[in-house]
């Protein structure tokens, strides 16, 4: 079982990411995933989260309308596209599978 993020990097403020994370090991289309994201020096946050299906979405206040959860089963990826980027969107991004399986993180930076 393994998750695999991707699409971190160095973006300014108010500009736009793209992350993926690639599963493999398991049958992805039975799991719900969900994006986590730890700043420095802050606890773990869940993001956004993603039914198994697609169909239900939920987001964190603080991303509500900028970050959009999505899934293709086919290609056993879940993506996280993030809008309007804000400094205090600086963390470590994970995906997550119920069962406690984690990737290994992608950091995103958000400065000028």
């Known amino acids: 079982v393994q998750l695999v993020e991707s699409g971190g990097g160095l973006v300014q403020p108010g500009g736009s990411l793209r992350l993926s994370c690639a599963a493999s090991?398991?049958?992805?289309?039975?799991?719900?995933m969900s994006w986590y994201r730890q700043a420095p020096g802050k606890e773990r946050e869940l993001v956004a989260g993603i039914s198994s299906t697609g169909g239900n979405t939920n987001y964190a206040a603080s991303v509500k309308g900028r970050f959009t959860i999505s899934r293709d089963n086919a290609k056993n990826t879940v993506y996280l596209q993030m809008y309007s980027l804000k400094l205090e969107d600086t963390a470590v991004y994970y995906c997550?599978?119920?069962?406690?399986?984690w990737g290994k993180g992608t950091l995103v930076t958000v400065s000028s």
């Open positions: 090991g398991f049958t992805f289309s039975n799991y719900g």
């Open positions: 997550k599978r119920p069962g406690n399986i």
